[in-house]
């Protein structure tokens, strides 16, 4: 469950449907572990006490099942001034959104670059609630939508996405970008290096 105090009434509804929707993204992502519409019971409640005035308070308890249907709680308690959380993000959507509109993906077969939709899904990471163009995935979860902004930056600068898989320090071997394990023998062998424009050339997931 979680409780807090807003500085304004406006706002409530919107963060309670993300806050709960995050649990959403995770039974979505795990079907083995919740199969035929089963999810984790959760509450989420926001509360408005002008008294508090700016001052936020956040109450957070999870309860999780541990060995021989034992349980585990864990209870967090935060304070601060809301004010002084949410005016550096706005400085962050101000950047970032200038920032996509520099932008444009080059697709192959097309003479022109295309930039980015006027609904920009990037900027969930800083919002309370996601707005996506139609017919787009709505992600809610905060690390995942982090994620997002940190690929994006680095194929601008030529870089692959990051998985955190690291294969090639499980394999003991090099690994190439943009390449599969089965073509790394042939390639090694051959006497001209893959040029370094190869090695760091952004890919997308299809590819």
Do not use: W
């Amino acid at each position: 469950a979680v409780v807090s105090t807003q500085s304004a009434h406006y706002g409530r509804g919107s963060k309670e449907i993300s806050k709960s929707n995050v649990v959403d993204d995770m039974v979505e992502s795990n079907k083995i572990l919740y199969s035929d519409g089963k999810k984790p019971d959760h509450c989420v409640v926001i509360k408005y006490v002008p008294y508090v005035q700016d001052s936020k308070r956040a109450m957070d308890e999870y309860i999780s099942e541990i060995f021989m249907h034992g349980t585990n709680t864990i209870v967090c308690h935060n304070t601060c001034e809301d004010s002084l959380l949410a005016s550096p993000l706005i400085i962050d959507l101000v950047i970032l959104a200038e920032l996509c509109e520099r932008i444009t993906v080059k697709l192959d077969g097309e003479p022109e670059g295309r930039r980015f939709t006027s609904i920009l899904s990037l900027l969930s990471y800083l919002l309370k609630a996601p707005l996506v163009p139609e017919g787009s995935p709505v992600v809610n979860a905060l690390f995942r939508q982090r994620a997002c902004i940190e690929n994006m930056l680095r194929a601008c600068i030529g870089l692959p996405p990051v998985n955190h898989m690291l294969l090639e320090h499980k394999i003991g071997a090099p690994v190439q970008q943009g390449l599969s394990m089965t073509t790394q023998p042939q390639l090694l062998k051959k006497s001209n290096p893959v040029s370094s424009a190869h090695r760091t050339h952004a890919k997308s997931p299809s590819q």
